[in-house]
């Protein structure tokens, strides 16, 4: 069986974030709700999210603060959003600032697992690409290393991943 | 038919602003009318008056003074004749009775003095006639002693008697006069009769140079001495004189019109002389029609001036008024213009507002298909659906009370002035438009209300876009996180609301064009400028005020006052 996509989702209209949440468990998503940033950003700490959704308007720390904080902190996660405002300056700014897509309120739900979709994969592209350079990275750490020195380096990659 | 219409609309309202302008005409007319030319018809009545006085007073002295001179030379002109009479019966020389060829001696001897003499009698003490001479050749009467003039010379108390004017035999006027002597024991009396032609002439020719007629009346008031054209010989006088006064001023009523005469007694015989002038009262406008001709050319030249001045300044008025309602037009659309703008800076916040209640509706009606789709296999009871109805149902509240609210705003609506209290107006826009607006862009909203508010009469919606205005500036103005303070309270006859902002601040520079039109710091097509000034003209238009105090980097305030009695 697929392994379950893991989800982040960001709303503070908490009757949004229900049905939304719930239409994508039917979807194979597993689902986490957070209404608000602070909340979002300390469960991507315990959990490790493959996509979020996350509203650009919120009371507190706003979208913006929490994409910056969420591509600082997780190498491979997309981040998608979702806003009720719609203008292009606030989409090229997320653009900018890593996201992978920006879907106006109300959206198409077709739509949203497509873009759902698409950045998963995008995600496993970027996580094979760099698992590919990792191994690279590794042969060549591996020549003429002594195997103390190997595991070293190996962590530190890790630590980059993360 | 409805052109028809509107056109008789726009012809009634022409027709009155019409009317209101001539009326307008009219009353500046009467007002510079009485301010210039009312002292000027005043003072003309006045000197024309004072004129008039003066002339008639002048004309009294003329005329009296004629009337003494006159008066004097008939006067003189009597008495001489008299002395002639009495010299010639006193000259020793004198025969009685003197025969006829004498008594024609006698006539041509007083001839030589005045030819007024026509004849002269003599006659005894029984009165009959004792010698004639003169061109009545047969007389009727003989004897004279029953005769007035004859028993008065006789008693002796007079020396001599002039009669009134008679028409004699030849029905020509005449008068006579008589003297007497007494001789030894005999009494004569020396009759001469006189034609009054040559005082009649002097008269006349008198009367020919001057603007008088004179004329001579005895005192029972008959005319003695009268131009023909003038009166009747011997009829009865309109005049009535004073017999105390010897010369003196009256007044006769000749076909009711009153008519100023001078008088003088003669002292030789009871005669008066009467001098009137020839045009009366009508001097008055006679003499003075030149000056009235003037005046009135004057006043005519004033009054035209006064029309054309009163239509100089009813047309600047006209104009006047016609820019102030265009003014008036133009700031009632600006005024909507900037609350369309206004509300289209909101329209972003608005759109939020609006898209959240419809990503719910979205969200909820795929989730209830997805529930009832077998592939799913959920085979969900109807309770566990009906919950998700009723968010849709709220949500499409929600959109539907946003809407209502921006509309009701926005409606080009008349005024309506109405009694509340400013908190309420505010909450009620903060609540509708700003509150989550705030919340999900990190701004704070303190209300620090007084609670003691007066209420104040004034349009709400007006007061609403002043209100909108200033809540978009502050909250453009704010880099988030920031907090907008609204501050309510009472000032004197003044409440005022007050919209404290922790945002980036008004330079000097920019502080004193804030309130002009099309002034803005905003990015192009964010701002249009109008908010500012538009809200000054509704806060001025209710008689009120706005206060800005601003501290670079720090925040502004704005404090707007309204009068709480608006008239």
């Known amino acids: 069986m697929e392994r379950k996509i893991k989800l982040l989702i960001v709303d503070d209209e908490e009757k949004f974030l229900d049905s939304i949440a719930r239409r994508l468990e039917m979807r194979e998503f597993e689902v986490t709700k957070a209404t608000n940033g602070t909340d979002a950003i300390n469960y991507a700490k315990n959990m490790k999210f493959d996509l979020a959704l996350l509203d650009l308007k919120m009371p507190g720390m706003d979208g913006k603060e929490v994409l910056e904080i969420l591509k600082r902190e997780h190498?491979?996660?997309?981040?998608?959003?979702?806003?009720?405002?719609?203008?292009?300056?606030?989409?090229?700014?997320?653009?900018?600032?890593?996201?992978?897509?920006?879907?106006?309120?109300?959206?198409?739900?077709?739509?949203?697992?497509?873009?759902?979709?698409?950045?998963?994969?995008?995600?496993l592209k970027k996580k094979f690409e760099a698992d590919q350079l990792r191994l690279e990275k590794l042969s060549q750490l591996a020549?003429?290393?002594?195997?103390?020195?190997?595991?070293?380096?190996?962590?530190?990659?890790?630590?980059?991943?993360? | 038919m409805d052109d028809n219409?509107?056109?008789?609309?726009?012809?009634?309202?022409?027709?009155?602003?019409?009317?209101?302008?001539?009326?307008?005409?009219?009353?500046?007319?009467?007002?510079?009318?009485?301010?210039?030319?009312?002292?000027?018809?005043?003072?003309?009545?006045?000197?024309?008056?004072?004129?008039?006085?003066?002339?008639?007073?002048?004309?009294?002295?003329?005329?009296?003074?004629?009337?003494?001179?006159?008066?004097?030379?008939?006067?003189?002109?009597?008495?001489?004749?008299?002395?002639?009479?009495?010299?010639?019966?006193?000259?020793?020389k004198f025969k009685f009775p003197p025969?006829?060829?004498?008594?024609?001696?006698?006539?041509?001897?007083?001839?030589?003095?005045?030819?007024?003499f026509t004849d002269i009698d003599l006659f005894d003490f029984e009165g009959n006639r004792i010698a004639y001479a003169g061109p009545i050749e047969k007389f009727e009467i003989t004897n004279y002693s029953a005769e007035k003039w004859f028993i008065k010379l006789k008693e002796g108390s007079e020396r001599f008697i002039i009669t009134d004017i008679y028409l004699g035999y030849r029905m020509q006027p005449h008068f006579t006069i008589a003297v007497n002597r007494n001789v030894g024991e005999n009494f004569y009396v020396l009759r001469a009769t006189l034609e009054p032609t040559k005082i009649y002439n002097f008269l006349i020719s008198y009367e020919k140079t001057s603007d008088t007629y004179i004329s001579i009346i005895n005192s029972d008031g008959y005319y003695q001495l009268v131009n023909p054209s003038f009166g009747q010989l011997l009829a009865l006088s309109p005049y009535n004189v004073n017999s105390d006064e010897k010369l003196g001023l009256s007044y006769s009523y000749i076909n009711n019109k009153k008519q100023k005469f001078a008088y003088c007694w003669l002292s030789a015989v009871d005669w008066i002389v009467i001098v009137q002038k020839a045009n009366g009262t009508d001097s008055f406008w006679h003499i003075n029609s030149l000056t009235i001709v003037f005046s009135l050319i004057?006043?005519?030249?004033?009054?035209?001036?006064?029309?054309?001045?009163?239509?100089?300044?009813?047309?600047?008025?006209?104009?006047?008024?016609?820019?102030?309602?265009?003014?008036?037009?133009?700031?009632?659309?600006l005024e909507h213009a900037s609350k369309l703008a206004s509300v289209g800076e909101l329209a972003a916040g608005i759109a939020h507002e609006i898209n959240n209640p419809l990503a719910i509706v979205a969200s909820e009606?795929?989730?209830?298909?997805?529930?009832?789709?077998?592939?799913?296999?959920?085979q969900p009871d109807i309770k566990d659906i009906i919950p998700h109805l009723d968010n849709i149902h709220d949500a499409a509240f929600r959109c539907r009370d946003i809407t209502r609210k921006l509309l009701s705003f926005v409606r080009h609506s008349d005024v309506q002035l109405k009694e509340y209290n400013l908190n309420d107006i505010i909450d009620d826009l903060v609540d509708s438009f700003f509150e989550r607006e705030f919340t999900v862009s990190n701004i704070r909203i303190i209300k620090n209300y007084?609670?003691?508010?007066?209420?104040?009469?004034?349009?709400?919606?007006?007061?609403?876009?002043?209100?909108?205005?200033?809540?978009?500036?502050?909250?453009?103005?704010?880099?988030?996180?920031?907090?907008?303070?609204?501050?309510?309270?009472?000032?004197?006859?003044?409440?005022?609301?007050?919209?404290?902002?922790?945002?980036?601040?008004?330079?000097?520079?920019?502080?004193?064009?804030?309130?002009?039109?099309?002034?803005t710091t905003k990015e192009?097509?964010?701002?249009?400028?109008?908010?500012?000034?538009?809200?000054?003209?509704?806060?001025?238009?209710?008689?009120?005020?706005?206060e800005v105090e601003s501290i670079p980097g720090k925040g502004s305030t704005f404090r707007v006052y309204l009068p709480i009695k608006l008239f």
């Not at chain 2, 008939?74 to 008299?82: A, G, W």
């Not at chain 2, 303070?485 to 000097?508: L, Q, R, S, W």
């Open chain 1, 75 to 123: 190498k491979f996660i997309e981040v998608i959003m979702l806003t009720g405002h719609g203008s292009l300056e606030s989409a090229v700014e997320c653009t900018k600032l890593g996201a992978y897509g920006y879907l106006p309120k109300p959206y198409e739900f077709e739509k949203l697992i497509e873009v759902l979709k698409d950045a998963y994969e995008a995600r």
């Open chain 1, 143 to 162: 020549l003429g290393r002594s195997p103390i020195d190997i595991l070293r380096e190996m962590r530190k990659l890790d630590d980059e991943d993360q």
């Open chain 2, 5 to 92: 219409k509107k056109s008789d609309i726009v012809n009634k309202d022409t027709l009155q602003t019409e009317r209101y302008y001539k009326g307008l005409q009219i009353k500046h007319i009467i007002r510079l009318s009485v301010t210039y030319l009312l002292p000027m018809i005043i003072l003309i009545i006045y000197f024309q008056l004072q004129y008039t006085e003066l002339i008639q007073e002048s004309d009294s002295l003329h005329i009296k003074s004629i009337a003494e001179n006159k008066s004097n030379m008939l006067d003189l002109f009597m008495n001489e004749r008299v002395v002639n009479l009495i010299n010639l019966i006193d000259d020793p």
């Open chain 2, 99 to 116: 025969d006829s060829a004498l008594m024609i001696e006698y006539l041509e001897r007083l001839r030589k003095d005045s030819d007024a």
């Open chain 2, 298 to 333: 004057l006043l005519i030249i004033m009054f035209i001036v006064i029309v054309l001045r009163s239509k100089q300044i009813v047309e600047s008025q006209r104009q006047k008024d016609e820019a102030e309602e265009e003014k008036a037009i133009v700031e009632l659309q």
């Open chain 2, 365 to 378: 009606v795929g989730l209830i298909k997805d529930l009832i789709d077998p592939q799913f296999n959920q």
């Open chain 2, 450 to 519: 007084a609670n003691d508010l007066p209420k104040i009469t004034t349009d709400a919606n007006q007061i609403k876009q002043v209100l909108l205005n200033l809540l978009n500036n502050a909250k453009d103005a704010i880099t988030p996180p920031g907090t907008i303070t609204i501050t309510t309270g009472k000032k004197g006859d003044y409440v005022f609301f007050a919209i404290k902002d922790t945002g980036c601040g008004i330079t000097k520079d920019q502080i004193d064009k804030i309130f002009l039109p099309f002034y």
């Open chain 2, 524 to 546: 192009v097509g964010k701002g249009t400028g109008l908010g500012l000034s538009v809200s000054y003209g509704i806060v001025r238009n209710f008689g009120g005020d706005i």
